[in-house]
Structure formats: structure tokens, C-alpha cells
């Protein structure tokens, strides 16, 4: 009976030692798939509640953060699946209120950050968000969406490109 109770011990504190290390991760690469600060929120927690059901059953992974991300890709495919008659040009209007000016033009950055990457393709843009936001390794991208380690080095290279020649043309209109 001891040995249970340990057992579910040391689960619940690998599980809490992996929100506290990828939750903010987590957070940031469904940012910057949705539409509004507080459904990547939703997004995240329900994440992470679904790591715990599957942990309590059982479920053992050999890469947590690879799990975790793709639990979270699976869910924000799901939301758009749910909201396909919603344009994603609506969506993005109806974000929250930031109360102070510092946070307001963080929110600005990372809007237009959003633009830039909403202009790749969906494979794309999770293979540098996961690389450059969430700061995971070829393997574990390639782990968390079921591909070769090539074909991400591939995504992330194209996706850089694109990336870069898209701000060049954006800095090119505001002159």
C-alpha cells in the first residue's frame, strides 16, 4: 500500500516539476496559433490536464515536452476544426483589454510577430515556433509531430526564409 502511495507521489511530482518547467512553453506556442490571449490560456491548461489523465493511466512517455506539445497542437487543430465557420480575420479582433502601456505594446510586438507567422503555412510556423519560441530540439519537434528530423530542419529553414523576406517586404511598405 506504501509503495502506491509513493508511487503516486513521485508521479505528481514529476508531473508539477513538468508544468513548472514547459507551462510558460506551452502558453507561448498556442499564443501564437489562436486568435486571443485567454483561449491559448484555456488551451494550456487543458494541455496539461490531459498529460495527468493520461499519466493516471498509466501512459508513460520518454519525452514529456515533446508529449506536451503535441497534446497541444492536437487541441488548437481541434479548436479550429470547432470554429471553421469563424474567419480567423474575425478572431483576431476580439482580444482582451491590456490595462497598462507596457503591456500593450508587448501585445503589439507580438502581434505583429503573429502576422508575420500566420503568413506561413500551418507546418511551418509550429516548426519555428516550437524551435525558437518553445526552444526545442530538431529530435523533439520531430518527436511532437510525428515527422523525420530532415523534413523539420527543412521546415524551420524554410520558414526562416520566408520569414525574413516577409519583414523585409513589411519594412520596405513603411518607408
Same mark, same amino acid.
Given at each position: 500500500?506504501?509503495t502506491?502511495?509513493?508511487k503516486?507521489?513521485? *508521479?505528481?511530482?514529476?508531473? &508539477?516539476s %513538468?508544468?513548472?518547467?514547459?507551462?510558460?512553453d506551452?502558453?507561448?506556442?498556442?499564443?501564437?496559433?489562436?486568435?486571443d490571449? +485567454?483561449?491559448?490560456? =484555456?488551451? *494550456?491548461?487543458? *494541455?496539461?490536464?490531459?498529460?495527468? /489523465?493520461?499519466?493516471?493511466?498509466?501512459?508513460r512517455?520518454d519525452?514529456?515536452? %515533446?508529449?506536451?506539445?503535441?497534446?497541444?497542437?492536437?487541441?488548437?487543430? =481541434?479548436?479550429?476544426?470547432k470554429?471553421?465557420? +469563424?474567419? &480567423?480575420?474575425?478572431?483576431?479582433?476580439?482580444?482582451?483589454?491590456?490595462?497598462?502601456?507596457?503591456?500593450e505594446? =508587448?501585445?503589439l510586438?507580438?502581434?505583429a510577430?503573429?502576422?508575420?507567422? =500566420?503568413?506561413?503555412?500551418? /507546418?511551418?510556423?509550429?516548426?519555428v515556433?516550437?524551435?525558437?519560441?518553445?526552444?526545442?530540439?530538431v529530435?523533439?519537434?520531430? +518527436?511532437?509531430t510525428?515527422?523525420t /528530423? *530532415?523534413?523539420?530542419?527543412?521546415?524551420?529553414h524554410?520558414? &526562416?526564409?520566408?520569414?525574413?523576406?516577409?519583414? +523585409?517586404?513589411?519594412?520596405?511598405?513603411?518607408?
Amino acid at each position: 500500500m506504501d509503495t502506491e502511495r509513493e508511487k503516486t507521489k513521485k *508521479t505528481e511530482g514529476e508531473f &508539477l516539476s %513538468a508544468y513548472d518547467r514547459y507551462a510558460d512553453d506551452i502558453f507561448r506556442f498556442l499564443y501564437f496559433r489562436l486568435p486571443d490571449r +485567454e483561449v491559448a490560456r =484555456d488551451l *494550456t491548461q487543458e *494541455t496539461f490536464l490531459r498529460a495527468w /489523465k493520461s499519466i493516471a493511466e498509466g501512459v508513460r512517455f520518454d519525452n514529456v515536452r %515533446a508529449f506536451l506539445y503535441r497534446v497541444a497542437k492536437n487541441l488548437s487543430v =481541434d479548436f479550429y476544426r470547432k470554429k471553421k465557420d +469563424e474567419s &480567423l480575420e474575425d478572431s483576431l479582433g476580439e482580444g482582451g483589454d491590456v490595462p497598462d502601456v507596457e503591456k500593450e505594446v =508587448d501585445f503589439l510586438e507580438a502581434e505583429a510577430v503573429r502576422k508575420l507567422l =500566420d503568413s506561413l503555412g500551418d /507546418k511551418h510556423r509550429d516548426a519555428v515556433t516550437m524551435r525558437f519560441f518553445g526552444e526545442l530540439s530538431v529530435k523533439e519537434i520531430a +518527436e511532437a509531430t510525428e515527422v523525420t /528530423k *530532415t523534413l523539420v530542419s527543412v521546415r524551420i529553414h524554410r520558414g &526562416l526564409k520566408k520569414l525574413r523576406k516577409l519583414y +523585409e517586404e513589411r519594412d520596405l511598405k513603411q518607408i
